[in-house]
């Protein structure tokens, strides 16, 4: 079993920025895929970042809304996951999820609510 459990969320205003954080605990694997995915108001659930490690590399991947904004890292030593988010804007707004697993997304996170203020 493995829990995530999210901080890092809150209030900013327009152009600020926050770091999200994702702890990892249970039995956990190094071959996990981690991820962010988020949930505005009136919306569906988007994919925001996802890494990957493997024995050749770090793969990263991003939502084209922000893409140049945000920024997915791993700790190994300390198995969580960051989200760093720059330049925020109203329509980040949103519940963030963490979420992890091999093949597919099996362990999720209760989320936090990032705001942003015009």
């Known amino acids: 079993q493995v829990q995530l459990v999210e901080s890092g969320g809150g209030v900013v205003q327009a152009g600020g920025s926050l770091r999200l954080s994702c702890a990892a605990s249970?039995?956990?694997?190094?071959?996990?895929?981690m991820g962010w995915f988020r949930q505005a108001p009136g919306k569906e659930r988007e994919s925001v970042a996802v890494?990957?490690?493997?024995?050749?590399?770090?793969?990263?991947s991003y939502a084209d809304s922000v893409r140049g904004r945000f920024a997915i890292s791993r700790d190994n030593a300390k198995n969580t996951v960051y989200l760093q988010m720059n330049s925020l804007k109203p329509e980040d707004t949103a519940v963030y999820y963490c979420?992890?697993?091999?093949?597919?997304?099996?362990?999720w996170g209760q989320g936090t609510q990032v705001t942003v203020s015009s």
């Open positions: 979420a992890a697993g091999a093949s597919s997304f099996d362990y």
């Open positions: 249970g039995r956990t694997f190094s071959t996990y895929s």
């Open positions: 890494i990957k490690w493997s024995g050749s590399g770090i793969y990263r």
